[in-house]
């Protein structure tokens, strides 16, 4: 009996040292959220690609989190920083400066930031872009293809964000393409966390013949909601699929929703840098590497099949798409 009693003790120190030998081993990463993922659904769906990589990797992988609170956050904005980290995601282009001059300090860790405009020559840097003048472009063709009046809608969170500048681009452009004749009113909120605002915004809009809205606006766009069920009117979802958190109301007003690939875009990476594949540089993300969608609405088929063909005939076209130099140009100066 004794001897088994020190059998058991050598063998629980033995896992108790392993268990420790593994938790050192663990690759260890921080991401950072522009907005608190719980209320915003554009972050939101990269902190689902976060949870899908913890998932995937168990006990070899540390993720921890920071949700920003500053529009332009710096270093000591960020006590996570202090730590050591193998890699940092950031989901914005507000974390380029802090995440630049972090990454010069710390030339082991990784950085990757996910859903910027910006270059890097930093060789532990990568930066993730998407194609948001065809992100715009499709949200377009589909407002304007539903369109009874002729008149659509364009509500976006801050103006000065060029994200947003090349989403009106593209989004005018897919609209005009479909009915030269169309006009696009266009608002701003000003803020990305003010739903009410965007509510009363988006019912004025409409009074003024507008009858399908997008709405790239951040947490403020669940402010359409309020606004489509009261005027019976549609609306094109940004970020994430409106379905999915829209009340039943509003259901039904639902046009499409026009995506960027956060989730797989989180995830992917995590998955580079555990299997030891990352690379510094510029990724850009667009329609034919799936790297941004259109996730149709609840609507009935009659009401979806203009929109349906805009798509096909986009979907149809894509090489040459790819090659169209106003998708590819980049005017808004930045």
Not at 122 to 130: G, Q, S, Y
Not at 216 to 232: D, H, L, M, V, W
Request: net charge positive; hydrophobic share 40%.
């Amino acid at each position: 009996m004794k001897k088994f009693g020190r059998k058991f003790i050598v063998l629980l120190a033995i896992f108790v040292l392993l268990g420790a030998a593994l938790g050192e081993a663990a690759v260890k990463g921080l991401i950072c959220y522009g907005n608190d993922p719980a209320f915003d659904q554009f972050n939101g769906e990269a902190k689902a690609g976060a949870e899908t990589a913890k998932m995937r990797y168990g006990p070899e992988l540390r993720l921890s989190s920071y949700i920003c609170k500053e529009a332009d956050p710096k270093e000591e904005d960020i006590p996570q920083l202090k730590e050591k980290w193998d890699f940092v995601i950031a989901i914005g282009d507000n974390f380029y400066n802090v995440m630049t001059e972090d990454a010069k300090k710390h030339s082991t860790t990784k950085y990757i930031l996910v859903d910027s405009y910006k270059t890097t020559k930093l060789n532990n840097f990568r930066i993730v872009e998407f194609n948001n003048r065809e992100l715009g472009y499709l949200a377009g063709i589909v407002a304007a293809s539903a369109s009874q009046t002729g008149t659509v809608g364009f509500i976006g969170g801050v103006q000065k964000v060029p994200a947003l500048q090349e989403m009106l681009l593209g989004y005018t452009k897919g609209v005009t393409t479909i009915n030269p004749q169309g006009i696009v009113l266009q608002q701003w909120v000003g803020n990305f966390n003010k739903p009410k605002k965007l509510t009363k915004l988006a019912k004025k809009m409409y009074n003024d013949k507008a009858d399908v809205i997008f709405v790239p606006a951040g947490n403020s766009s669940q402010g359409i909601f309020a606004a489509a069920q009261e005027k019976k009117k549609l609306f094109v979802g940004c970020d994430g699929d409106a379905a999915k958190i829209a009340p039943q109301e509003a259901q039904n007003y639902i046009l499409a929703s026009v995506t960027k690939g956060l989730e797989t875009s989180v995830s992917g990476n995590i998955q580079l840098i555990m299997e030891g594949r990352f690379s510094p540089g510029t990724k850009t993300l667009n329609y034919a590497n799936k790297g941004i969608s259109c996730i149709r609405g609840p609507l009935t088929g009659n009401l979806w099949q203009k929109p349906s063909q805009a798509l096909l005939d986009f979907d149809a076209q894509n090489d040459l798409q790819q090659e169209d130099a106003f998708l590819k140009e980049r005017a808004v100066k930045k």
